[in-house]
Structures are given as structure tokens and as C-alpha cells.
């Protein structure tokens, strides 16, 4: 049976297209079909990325996600390659501390292909001996390069005192002991309890209707076991608060890290506090720390700070680069604007701006099909609901001053910030 | 294959070239404004001004002071940016569609009425040393490819970083910002590109009441650029840092861009490109990464869209304990080899995968807005970013092998390591 619904009954809105199809088998997909340009784009989420590396093999994860295209079912990691290439099938496989993600874009007419590459990619990885060898040496090389590079030394260092023995502290790569020791058994164990079908997520825009997807579905992840079997995950903040750290690197420019405890994207107080770090630091021109740091003050190409919503943890976290001899006033005038917005708050032009802003510009987020894909995803990851692209605006119109108040006053203590700085400098 | 015309081109009257390109998808537009300058046509001792233009522009008009315009598309939902090249400095908005009359409105504004304050300049200035002090200065491998393009051209100003030499930067002022910028922003030197949800008529009228405005100043400016000779020797640049961890080896060539060729061969660069060093299934990648396990990654780029002789360039990662030298001896036997052995599957699948990038490209209109204005802005035509495929498509084996015998020689090469300095 194929089971189709509608969600919203507005006429040209994004949600109002979104199809909630399930397979005769019981696999769930997001689909907004678009037939204006000839190509399927498919963004999936598996649940428990590098959170769930265990004790000695950081970079497990990330280790699997190398793999996926390196060799599946009767195709060795040449061969798979050269299928890919032949018909334009792009297939990019990632991760993240929560989740493994894959991500699909085939032209429509060689959808077979594309789609017996994923299914072969997720079900029946080779881990051939070579391809292992070869995938390690990738990652070797990857964190010999961040290791004397001013945005992975300062990152690192943030995340590693900020989750001290919570799985979020290492680095998405690992580090070099955990991919040393990794094996090929090993990512077949990780394999076997990660890629199925209870952790899964699936998106899919482009020009494919709903009942091909539901026939397709069932092919292409009826083989994943049922259920994965994900360790759980401790609650967590961010420690260290007040603490400041200097890696030495001889560079001329200090690049710093800054953050505290954030919210986590359930929290009633997280949609208010996007809001309000939009003025305080989101990534537009017209931020206060944009204002303060770049424009009046020269300090810096680039300054922001974000929200971070882990699963088990949120984080507010920010940061930019400036020469050396210049490091201590860039922190002293960061500093300053995170505890005026924590006191005062923002102002009603500014709530008002950043809510024109923030809603306004929802919409520019839905110009490719893979980027409309992965906007899905993360709806059915966050649990946001089939709707959420109708109301989301609406609950970015409700922010009133006082609740941008209450995120600020929560969120932006005194003080309270772990800073890592990477670099040469002065005046801390 | 053949995609149907998707843009349609006009001029204003002032000489300002309009590009429209339909995308009816999603109630957005992307709005952009090329103009024909980059960093190849700083003036001598002025590497820089540019790119320093670029950040000048959004200190504001005598209508319209700083801050107005962004903090504008802000509250409209929109967002904004600008880059600059070798060859083309651009501004760009991407805003629902409701707002495009207004973007134009104020960036046609800009185009002739930009106000510098030397409270402005200076402290953008340091903004710009920032940029390079994060790009480049902190980056060994940065500095490496900087050194390489320095080498590469002894004459022509590509050699010279888009973003400035830092001590030509340091001295770069008010004045010279104006005069730069009254030389080069100017209708006859700008060209209009409209992605999304509009239509030809329409961006006819808009265009007109906005851009049409500007005073033409009768001609275009010229570009000036000293030729970049032929150089008979192998030149080689190391660079040791106590910071690389990871080795890296590049090779530069001058090639020919589409822009200076009559004949196919910058379309056989394209392909020889990717399937020497595009991705997983190409020569290098088999070969370096998979077959000898000499290295972690391995491949290959053209430059294509430039003006002048422009750059090929092949590199590669040594995994751990493999000298550079052994690399280099890999890939020269690489490309040694594929005239001879480059078989018309490899082709094939060469082809197919650019071909299916520029329909990719049309998923997205802020690509197709930048693939058009970029080819028009070196001096291309629309047609010919519309017969880029069928141009690929036509590219035979034989001009593949042509150009890699005559362009990929190691006796004219730029060759770079970046190595590890040990301590004394």
C-alpha cells in the first residue's frame, strides 16, 4: 500500500508540497517532486556519528564514512568508482558527532544506476584490505594538515576542554592513536550496528513521483537491518567556563574560539535565541560583534558566533582572527558586546530587523534540490514536524523583546566563556 | 547534446550589458553586477586596489550612507556579497523577487556615487590585512601557491595574489581608491545578470530606469596588461616551513584560456583536465593513490575562464615517508603515458561527467548567474556558455593527446614543494 499525504493547504508555499511517502515495506521518505531540471537529489541521516566512536578508536565514524565508496557488493573500489563516474552519479558520504549522512544526486535517466550504487554502498561495503590502508592514510593526512593549523588547533582545543570525557570531545576525525588502531573488523562491527533502518532519515527532491519512490524505497534499504544499536549518549554542557587557552603556533594572526553552554534545538527558549544571536552575531553584516570588531574597529576579515544544537548538548559558539598584537582588544570588545546583550538584551528595532531578516531570507535556503533535501532531513531529525516549513515563519513572528531578554539572560552570563586561542598573542 | 537557450542578453543604451536568465522554481532572484576588472588590472605598484575597491563599495553613497544598503537587505530577508578575480570584480544579492527593483536601485547607485571617508578606508584597510594575514600569511601552503603564480608569470600581472602584496596593500589610500574606481565602474564596463523568478520585459523596464541612469563615459576602459612571454625554462620553488606536517607537490604550466584560442584546444584542456586528475576515476588518482599507493590524493585543474595565457596545474599528497621526487617522477610518468594510452572509455566518461555539471548548474540559479557572468565578463558570449556542452561533447581523443604533448612539459613546468622544515 502506498500511503500518500499533503501537508498544509497552502498553494505555492515549499510545505504545502512536501509528501510524506511510505514504502510497502514500511520505509519512510520526504519527497518534493520538481520536474523542472532533469536530476534526483536523495540526502539521508543516520543517526549516531562520531558520539558513537568507542574508548581507543576516535574517528570510527568518520573512518566508515571514507568507506562506503570504496569498494560494495561485486564491485571493487576502482569499479565502483568508474560506475559513478560513467553515468555523472555523484555520491558523497559524511558525517557529523550525531550522525552519518549520505548524500545522492544521479541525472534522472540514469536513476537505476545511481540508485543501485547507494543501496550496494549502504548494505554490502567491501572494506577491502587496500581500500582500508588507503582511506587511513587520507585521514593521516587530513590531521597532519590541521596540526598546525590555526582553525583545527583552536576548535579542537575548545571542544576537547568544553566535553572532557563526553564522546563530543574529539575531533570528527578522531585523532591519529584512535584511526592507528582502527581495523577492518572493526568497521564491519560499526557498520553492522549503525547503517539500519530505525535510525534513518531519507529526503528526496527532484523529478521522481511518489509512487516510483515507494517501489524504490524497499530496493534500496530493505537489506539494512531493522534496527541499529546506538550506545546512549550522556546529557552534556560545556565545561571550562571562565578558562582561557593558547595553543602556540608561530603565525602572525591569533584565531580564537569562544563559546558556553548553548540550547538544545527541543528547548522552548531556542527559536528566541537564534533571534537574538542573530543580532549579536550571526553571520550578516549587521551584527553588533560585525559592527564592533570589523567595521569600526578593523580587528578582523571575519567574526560570528552561532548556536550549535547537538543532540545532547547545546553550545553558543563563536569566533574570529586577528594579528597578534591585537588579540587581547578583539577578545576585550567580544567580551563587552556578549555581556551588554546578556544584561540589556536587544532593542525592539533590532528584534524587529533580525526577525524581517530571519524570516525574509527563509525562503533563499530552498535554491538547489540538495540543499531543499537536506533542509528535510533535518526536519525529520530535529522532529520538527511535516509542517514546519508552513509555520516556521510564524514562530519567528512571535519572538517578542521579552523572550529575546530571557534567551540572552539564560544564555550569556558574565564571564562564563571557555576561549581557545591559536596563534601568538597579546594583550590577553 | 543540445539544452534549449535558457538566457536571453541585451544593452542598454549607456553600453551596459543585461542578462536575463528565468528560473521560475522558487519566488527568489539572484542579482549581480560584473564589472571587467580584477587584479590583473591593478595599476604597477598597486597590487591590491581591486580587491580593496570591492571592500570600499559598501561605505555608501551621497543618497545612500554606510550601512543603508545592507542593513536594507537585511530586513528584506535578502543577503548579499561580492568577490573578486583576476579579471572581474562582482557584486551580488540574492532577495525575494518583490525586492529586485530596490537592489537595482541602489546598486546602480553605487556604480557612480560612492563616498570615501578616510575613517572608512583606514580601518577597511586592516580588514584587508586581516583577510591576507588568515589566507595567506598564516598558511604555508598558501604561500606556496602565491610563490608559484609569482613564478609562473614573469611578466603578466596574474602572477601578482588577487588580494595584494601586503606592503603595497599597507600603502593603498583614499585617493587611489577613487581613482581607480572612477576609471573602471562605469555602465560600459558592467554587465547586469539576473537569475530567477523573472522575465525578460520586465528586467527590460527595471534596467532601464535604474542602470540606464548612469552617465555612459563613452568608452569601456582598457584593459592594460603586459603580454607574459614564452619562458624555455623549468623553474622550480620550495618552500620549508617548521609548520607542514603533510608535504604537497604542484606543477603549473601557461596554457591558453577560451578566451585568447580560435581553435578547440582550450575545450581538450577541459577534458584533459578531468580525466587526467577529475576526481577518483582519472589517470592521477588511479595511479598516485590507488595502484602505488604513493600518495593520498592526486589530481588536476584548468583555469579555463581567463582572459589571458592562463594556468593547468596537476598535484598530489605523499602519504607518510614517500619523497616529493618519487611523486614527481609517478606523475610525470603519468602524463607521459596518456597520449598514447588515454582509451575512449576514459573519454567518455571524461565528457559525460562535465556535461552533467552544467545541467547540475542549472539546479542552482546563484551558479548559473555566476557561469554567465564570469564567461561574459572575460569577454565571452552567451552562446557560449550554451554551447559549452555540445562543444565538450565534440572533443576527440586526438586533440586530448595534442594537448597534453604540447602544453604538459616538463622542460616548461613550475614545479612547487612544500616541505617540512626540520630543525637545525
Request: glycine share 8%.
Amino acid at each position: 500500500m502506498i500511503t500518500l499525504r499533503t501537508a498544509g493547504q497552502q498553494q505555492a508555499s515549499t510545505g504545502s508540497r512536501i509528501q510524506r511517502v511510505i514504502s510497502p515495506g514500511g520505509v519512510e521518505a520526504w519527497l518534493i517532486e520538481e520536474k523542472a531540471v532533469p536530476l534526483i537529489a536523495m540526502e539521508l541521516s543516520f543517526e549516531g556519528g562520531a558520539a558513537q566512536d568507542p574508548a581507543g578508536k576516535s574517528g570510527l565514524s568518520h573512518f566508515l564514512s571514507g568507506m562506503f565508496d570504496e569498494g560494495a557488493g561485486p564491485y571493487d573500489a576502482i569499479a565502483f568508482q568508474e560506475a559513478a563516474d560513467e553515468q555523472a552519479i555523484v555520491l558523497r558520504f559524511s558525517q557529523s558527532r550525531d550522525a552519518i549522512t549520505a548524500s545522492l544526486k544521479t541525472l534522472t535517466r540514469h536513476r537505476g544506476k545511481a540508485f543501485e550504487l547507494l543501496r550496494l554502498a549502504l548494505a554490502e561495503p567491501r572494506f577491502d584490505a587496500d581500500a582500508v590502508e588507503r582511506v587511513r592514510a587520507q585521514i593521516m593526512g587530513g590531521i597532519k594538515r590541521g596540526a598546525n593549523d590555526p582553525n583545527t588547533q583552536s576548535g579542537k582545543a575548545w571542544f576537547a576542554r568544553a566535553f572532557e570525557n563526553h564522546p563530543y570531545a574529539n575531533p570528527e576525525p578522531g585523532l591519529a592513536e584512535g584511526v592507528g588502531a582502527v581495523t577492518a573488523d572493526d568497521l564491519r562491527a560499526f557498520h553492522g550496528r549503525l547503517i539500519a533502518r530505525s535510525n534513518l532519515k531519507i529526503s528526496v527532491v527532484g523529478a521522481i513521483d511518489a509512487a516510483t519512490l515507494a517501489a524504490e524505497l524497499d530496493q534500496l534499504f530493505g537489506q539494512l537491518p531493522a534496527s541499529a544499536a546506538l550506545t546512549p549518549v550522556p546529557a552534556a554542557a560545556p565545561l571550562g567556563m571562565g578558562e582561557l587557552q593558547v595553543i602556540d603556533l608561530d603565525i602572525p594572526q591569533s584565531t580564537l574560539r569562544f563559546g558556553m553552554p548553548g540550547l538544545l534545538r527541543k528547548d522552548e527558549d531556542f527559536i528566541p535565541a537564534s533571534v537574538m544571536n542573530h543580532i549579536l552575531g550571526g553571520g550578516s553584516f549587521t551584527s553588533r560583534i560585525w559592527q564592533e570588531v570589523r567595521e569600526k574597529r578593523g580587528l578582523a576579515y571575519s567574526v560570528n558566533s552561532g548556536l550549535y544544537p547537538f543532540r545532547r548538548a547545546g553550545v553558543f559558539y563563536g569566533g574570529t582572527a586577528t594579528k597578534n598584537e591585537r588579540a587581547g582588544e578583539a577578545l576585550t570588545v567580544i567580551r563587552g558586546e556578549i555581556a551588554r546583550m546578556g544584561s540589556d538584551g536587544p532593542t525592539e528595532e533590532e528584534l524587529d530587523k533580525a526577525k524581517r531578516y530571519l524570516i525574509g531570507s527563509y525562503a533563499l535556503r530552498f535554491d538547489t534540490s540538495t540543499k531543499i533535501a537536506s533542509h528535510l532531513t533535518s526536519m525529520q531529525v530535529d522532529d520538527l514536524g511535516i509542517d514546519y516549513t508552513d509555520k516556521r515563519n510564524s514562530l519567528f513572528e512571535a519572538v517578542t523583546l521579552e523572550d529575546a531578554r530571557r534567551a540572552a539572560r539564560r544564555l550569556l552570563l558574565p564571564g562564563q566563556m571557555l576561549v581557545t586561542v591559536a596563534g601568538k598573542p597579546q594583550g590577553l | 547534446m543540445a539544452e534549449p537557450s535558457i538566457a536571453s542578453t541585451f544593452t542598454l543604451g549607456n553600453g551596459m550589458q543585461v542578462v536575463v536568465i528565468p528560473d521560475h522554481r522558487a519566488p527568489v532572484v539572484t542579482h549581480m553586477v560584473w564589472y571587467k576588472n580584477g587584479s590583473a588590472d591593478d595599476p604597477e605598484g598597486k597590487s591590491g586596489i581591486a580587491h580593496f575597491l570591492e571592500h570600499l563599495m559598501f561605505k555608501g553613497t551621497g543618497k545612500h550612507p554606510k550601512g543603508e544598503f545592507s542593513n536594507l537587505i537585511s530586513e528584506l530577508g535578502g543577503q548579499e556579497n561580492a568577490f573578486t578575480s583576476y579579471d572581474y570584480t562582482a557584486y551580488f544579492q540574492k532577495i525575494a523577487r518583490e525586492h529586485l527593483g530596490t537592489m537595482m536601485a541602489y546598486e546602480a547607485d553605487r556604480m557612480t556615487n560612492l563616498v570615501l571617508a578616510d575613517e572608512d578606508v583606514i580601518p577597511e584597510r586592516d580588514v584587508v590585512l586581516e583577510e591576507r594575514r588568515m589566507r595567506t600569511d598564516s598558511d604555508p601552503s598558501s604561500q606556496l601557491s602565491e610563490s608559484l603564480g609569482a613564478t609562473l608569470y614573469v611578466n603578466h600581472p596574474y602572477g601578482q595574489p588577487i588580494i595584494g602584496w601586503q606592503h603595497e596593500i599597507a600603502s593603498l589610500d583614499r585617493k587611489d581608491a577613487l581613482k581607480y574606481y572612477k576609471r573602471f565602474y562605469t555602465p560600459e564596463n558592467a554587465i547586469l545578470v539576473v537569475a530567477g523568478d523573472v522575465t525578460e520585459p520586465e528586467i527590460r523596464d527595471l534596467a532601464a530606469k535604474t542602470y540606464g541612469e548612469a552617465p555612459a563615459l563613452g568608452a569601456a576602459p582598457r584593459r592594460t596588461r603586459k603580454a607574459e612571454p614564452p619562458i624555455p625554462a623549468a623553474r622550480r620553488v620550495e618552500l620549508s616551513d617548521p609548520k607542514v606536517e603533510q608535504p604537497s607537490f604542484q606543477r603549473y604550466w601557461l596554457v591558453p584560456s577560451h578566451i585568447g584560442a580560435t581553435d578547440n584546444e582550450p575545450y581538450a584542456l577541459e577534458v584533459l583536465a578531468q580525466a587526467l586528475g577529475g576526481g577518483a576515476s582519472s589517470r592521477l588518482f588511479r595511479a598516485l593513490v590507488q595502484e602505488q599507493a604513493l600518495a593520498t590524493n592526486a589530481g588536476a585543474w584548468y583555469m579555463g575562464d581567463a582572459v589571458d595565457l592562463t594556468r593547468f596545474a596537476v598535484y598530489a599528497l605523499p602519504r607518510e615517508g614517500v619523497e616529493l621526487k618519487t611523486i614527481e617522477k609517478a606523475i610525470e610518468a603519468v602524463i607521459a603515458r596518456l597520449p598514447e594510452e588515454l582509451t575512449e572509455r576514459e573519454l567518455a566518461r571524461a565528457k559525460t561527467q562535465l556535461v552533467a555539471d552544467a545541467i547540475y548548474a542549472r539546479d542552482s540559479q546563484a551558479t548559473l548567474a555566476r557561469m554567465y557572468g564570469a564567461a561574459l565578463a572575460i569577454g565571452g558570449k552567451v552562446a557560449d556558455v550554451e554551447n559549452w556542452p555540445a562543444r565538450i561533447d565534440a572533443v576527440t581523443l586526438a586533440e586530448v593527446a595534442a594537448a597534453a604533448r604540447k602544453r604538459l612539459q616538463p622542460r616548461i613546468a613550475v614545479t612547487g614543494y612544500l616541505l617540512k622544515e626540520e630543525a637545525a
